[in-house]
């Protein structure tokens, strides 16, 4: 019996260790690594949660701007693919984290947040989409 014991703790604490790494998160990149992305992957979505109106002075060309305070627990139209993948940014990487917990929440399986447009390098553009 005392051989048992540890047997099982050990065997709940393995078990306890594979449920956490089966739950669903986003992956974190760099904008470099996102510009990168951005080149070589095709059907992707780049998501600006930044406010309406940031977003209409500077924002990476391309991107759609769902701004992070309005993603709740309804499925957002825009986004109408839960396998896609999605790149998320904001201003400094604050927002877009969130915005990524939140979008995985809501069944997002394919999320990629960069961080901010304060961090990037490549082309962008102002005005509405």
Known sequence: MKKIIPFLMALLLLAGCGAQSE???????????AATMMEEESGYIIL?????????????????????ETIGTEDIPELP??????????????????ASEKLVKLGYTNIVE????????????????
Do not use: M
């Open 48 to 68: 600006d949660v930044r406010t309406a109106q940031e977003y209409s002075e500077k924002h990476i060309p391309g991107a759609i701007n769902i701004p992070n």
């Open 81 to 98: 693919d839960k396998e896609q993948l999605i790149l998320v940014y904001c201003r400094s990487g604050n927002r877009s984290k969130q």
């Open 114 to 129: 960069f961080g901010g447009i304060n961090d990037w390098t490549g082309e962008t553009v102002s005005g509405e989409a």
């Open 23 to 33: 739950e669903s998160t986003y992956r974190q990149i760099n904008a470099e690594e």
